[in-house]
């Protein structure tokens, strides 16, 4: 898998490789012969601007944002930051994480945990955010938001 994840992939006669491409992550197939209009809708979808409770993601012109509040991410967060959101609320191994920002299975052993303790930072002392990645141990890591955590928490500044 690429370091950024397939959203479609073509078919053709054989089923397996639209099988392949929807476990690593495609989120649609399109059969030959293609046709423009359907692949300018997925380019439009596939560009928008995602979010997941006071996080903004725009993937076209590579902005985050916590509560109105620029947050800067070098590609490797941005990436991590955007698959935890297209995850939301769910445990995400640390074996698709690295497969699907590094494409590959095997990585430093304390890689991802840098990457992930970076992005916290960011989201929650730099934003003030009221999501968390929460690490599963031994299993992955999650994003949460819940609009509780931001009872005691004081606003921007």
Known sequence: ??????????????????????????????????????????????????????????????????????????????????????????????GELTRALWGTDHLDSNTLTVHVRRVRHKLVDEGGSCCTIDAIRGVGYRLECAADRTAGRAGPA
């Open 1 to 94: 898998m690429t370091p950024d994840a397939p959203q479609q992939a073509q078919v053709g006669a054989q089923r397996s490789p639209a099988t392949a491409a929807l476990a690593a992550g495609a989120l649609a197939f399109v059969a030959r012969p293609y046709r423009i209009e359907e692949m300018a809708c997925w380019a439009t979808v596939r560009a928008s601007t995602s979010s997941i409770g006071d996080i903004e993601l725009d993937p076209a012109g590579f902005h985050v944002s916590v509560r109105s509040r620029s947050l800067q991410l070098p590609v490797r967060e941005f990436m991590l930051l955007r698959y935890l959101m297209q995850h939301p609320n769910r445990v995400v191994s640390r």
